[in-house]
């Protein structure tokens, strides 16, 4: 496989892509998600802190009730039992330490952020991941690009050029969020703030990359690019559902 041509052909998908109509949409839409998601945590504390100021409070640290609600939905989320087996260098047994590894060692709003971010990510990904062959396979332009390179080229190429572009999104909005809380809320450090922000990066990045995948393999079975966004919408979804309906029973 000549690397000229995937790097080549990652290369211009990755830069080209907000060009395309499904490039814009999945920009559109993952910042309007993700910041629905910080607002709707952010909010309360937002005007927590108003209250504060107008009684002449403070308000500087995070309200205990907003961090007891934010420990119930990441203990619920994580599937972290009342009384987990304490691992080394976590805390005893009852303590739920991955809850508290979550919320009270790091920046507690970021860390439910995330969480939300991640079982948002399968739904948001389809939306930026699914033309990537099928679109030029409709048209017929496919067997253009076919007279100059190989057809494994083509897939890895927009595989990985499609990859670079979803997480250069997430980084973006990771960075809006991060910067939104420093500036704004102010009640982390700057330090912890830029380094829990990086680590979730991290995650979100690494998680983007099978979903890619798989709608990789979708378009190139599929000369459609609705269908391809649907079946890959339904598969996700199915997959989900199942693994919920497997979790409760």
């Not at 809006?176 to 990045?205: D, H, M, N």
């Not at 559902?241 to 409760?248: E, M, R, W």
Request: include cysteine; charge should be neutral.
């Amino acid at each position: 496989m000549p690397r000229g041509h995937v790097r080549l052909i990652s290369l211009h998908s990755m830069r080209h892509a907000i060009r395309g109509g499904s490039g814009l949409v999945f920009v559109l839409v993952t910042l309007v998600t993700g910041l629905c998601v910080a607002q709707a945590v952010i909010g309360p504390l937002e005007l927590a802190q108003r209250g504060f100021g107008e009684l002449g409070l403070p308000g500087q640290e995070t309200p205990e009730e907003i961090k007891e609600v934010g420990r119930a939905v990441v203990g619920w989320a994580i599937g972290e039992t009342e009384n987990p087996i304490a691992l080394p260098g976590m805390k005893p047994e009852g303590e739920r330490p991955w809850t508290t590894y979550l919320l009270d060692d790091h920046p507690a709003l970021l860390s439910i952020i995330f969480l939300i971010l991640i079982f948002t990510l399968p739904f948001l990904v389809p939306f930026g991941a699914f033309n990537q062959v099928s679109g030029d396979a409709q048209s017929r332009g496919l067997r253009y690009l076919l007279l100059r390179t190989e057809r494994s080229s083509i897939f890895l190429g927009r595989f990985i050029g499609t990859t670079l572009f979803a997480i250069v999104v997430m980084g973006l909005l990771v960075a809006v969020i991060a910067l939104y809380l420093g500036l704004k809320v102010r009640i982390y450090e700057p330090g912890a703030l830029v380094l829990w922000s990086l680590r979730g990066y991290l995650a979100l990045a690494i998680l983007t990359v099978p979903y890619v995948a798989l709608c990789a393999w979708i378009s190139a079975c599929i000369d459609s690019p609705f269908a391809s966004l649907t079946i890959s919408n339904l598969i996700i979804v199915g997959v989900l559902l199942f693994a919920a309906i497997g979790t409760l029973s």
